[in-house]
């Protein structure tokens, strides 16, 4: 191993022994500093790593305790987080998340992907990541409501329009977004709308922010193939979720030309050769906060629905996680290169692990990771609160032009890095340091704070 790769070796074993137990945030860390070789083989200030092992470092950890009490009069308790990561670039930015499967762990992975996602993006926002174990699921409006309620009743304290700014993210939508602003508004006794982003669309919320992830991973994709002599026009894709961000991925594939075939959930997934029925599947999910079960039921014998089978068995050209982490591993990713697929690109957080990345990469396949290619959600927060800042509202139009030239200059940004360290092709090197650049020339002009 290269002196280099000593070096960034001894930071993560000490990122794995200052933090044991948190497997999905020693994976986040392992992936970026495998990329930053070069890097610190190129620039003297990173050399002896110690600016690496500070971004490593939360620069604030809250957890807190969340009591509510539920529809049956029963006292309830939940755990809540929130990582302040890094502010070197602006206010901590970056979603909630509420599922059962939150620890600290979880919420350090999101925050460290958060940092370099942000960065790339070329706007001004820290990385940040929070949530609750709370699970939304069964559970009645006012019992969320309540549960926001507390949550923010701890949370408040530490945000703030140029401190830190929340989203929404799995089990975080606009109806959540709603009770914890209400709840702001209300301690504080000040309309702040710049301290959340996801609102809706009457109370300060931007156009094109609930479709932004999804429509900015398939704008990313789009580029992707442009750069490979190929287009989408007529493209088979498979889309695994059914959530906020798989449902506006497949909405903008169709308008591009391409076919969404398959989509899932927990519970399984469904196959539908003339196209996912984009209106049926909202109706279900959305109206009825149903089951994809319940879409293949709709559409009677038409289409197949799978239990406990990988999505990726479905033959496609385009694979798009899009539901959650590790989601495709390298059985998966063995049946996609089996069947001729030739891009992949994460619209959810690390889906896709190590093993499976490598599988991807030994078959050819052109992979884009998430903090590159999901990257369009906080960049339209970030326009959501240039917009709140600026008392201003812009039109549809406006918001996705502006979404697109983003996601474009990502895209270009994290080629033309790939390119100059010594990975022609390679995204996941160019986004990785591409990000890591933009963060770490702002904290040394900062000094070791
Ligand atoms: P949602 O909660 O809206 O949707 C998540 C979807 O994934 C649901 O359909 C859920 O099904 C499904 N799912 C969860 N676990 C599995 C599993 N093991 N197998 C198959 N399907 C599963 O979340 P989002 O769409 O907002 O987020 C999805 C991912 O994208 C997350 O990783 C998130 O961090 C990331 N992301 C989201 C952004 C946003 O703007 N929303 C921005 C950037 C990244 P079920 O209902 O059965 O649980």
Redesign the pocket.
């Known amino acids: 191993m290269s002196q280099s790769g000593d070096r960034l070796k001894a930071v993560y074993d000490e990122v794995v022994g200052r933090n044991p137990g948190e497997e999905e945030f020693h994976q986040a860390v392992r992936e970026v500093l495998e990329n930053l070789g070069p890097v610190v083989e190129k620039h003297a200030a990173f050399a002896d790593t110690a600016l690496i092992r500070r971004l490593c470092e939360p620069e604030r950890q809250i957890i807190f305790r969340v009591p509510w009490v539920d529809d049956d009069g029963r006292p309830q308790l939940n755990r809540g987080f929130r990582v302040e990561f890094n502010s070197a670039l602006g206010p901590y930015k970056g ?1 909630l ?1 509420f ?1 059962p499967s939150v620890y600290l762990g979880i919420v350090k992975f ?1 925050g460290f992907e958060q940092i370099f ?1 942000n960065s790339l993006t070329g706007l001004p926002i820290g990385g940040a990541k929070g949530g609750s174990d709370f699970d939304p ?1 069964g559970r009645s409006d006012a019992e969320v409501m309540r549960f926001c309620q507390s949550f923010m009743t701890e949370l408040y304290r530490h945000l703030g329009e140029h401190t830190d700014v929340p ?5 975080v ?1 606009r109806r959540e977004i709603g009770y914890l602003f209400g709840q702001y508004k209300r301690i504080t006794n000040r309309y702040e709308l710049g301290v959340l982003t ?1 609102k809706g669309l009457t109370w300060g919320g931007s156009q094109v ?1 609930t479709e ?3 429509y900015g991973l398939v704008f990313f994709v789009e580029e992707m193939l442009r750069a490979a002599g190929d287009s989408l026009d007529g493209a088979k894709v498979v889309v ?8 506006y991925a497949i909405e903008k594939v169709h308008q591009l030309g391409g076919s969404v075939v398959a989509c ?4 399984g ?1 469904v196959v539908d050769e003339d196209g996912i029925d984009l209106d049926l599947l909202r109706e279900i ?1 959305e109206q009825r906060r149903g ?2 079960s319940d879409y293949a039921d709709a559409r009677g014998g038409k289409v197949r629905y799978v239990e406990g089978e990988s ?1 990726w068995s479905v033959p496609c050209d385009v694979a798009l996680p ?4 590790n ?1 495709l591993d390298e059985a998966g990713a063995e049946q996609l290169a089996g069947h001729g697929c030739r891009v992949v690109a994460e ?5 896709t692990t190590p093993g499976a990345i490598r599988v991807l990469r030994d078959a050819g396949i052109s992979f884009a990771p ?1 903090k590159a290619a ?5 960049a339209t927060s970030a326009l959501e609160m240039q917009q709140n800042a600026a008392r201003d509202v812009w039109t549809f139009e406006q918001t996705e032009q502006r979404l697109g030239e983003i996601m474009r200059a990502v895209h270009d940004r994290c080629l033309e890095t790939a390119e100059e360290y010594g990975s022609p092709g390679d995204y996941v090197a160019g986004a990785n340091i591409a990000g890591f650049l933009r963060v770490a020339e702002a904290m040394l002009a900062l000094g070791h704070v």
């Open positions: 979603g998340r599922h999101l996602k699921k989203a929404g993210d799995t089990g939508g996801g922010r932004a992830t999804g695994s979720g059914s959530g906020n961000v798989a449902v899932s959930d927990s519970g997934f999910k089951r994809v999505i899009c539901a959650t982490q989601e619209g959810a957080n690390m889906p998430g999901n990257a369009g959600g906080v």
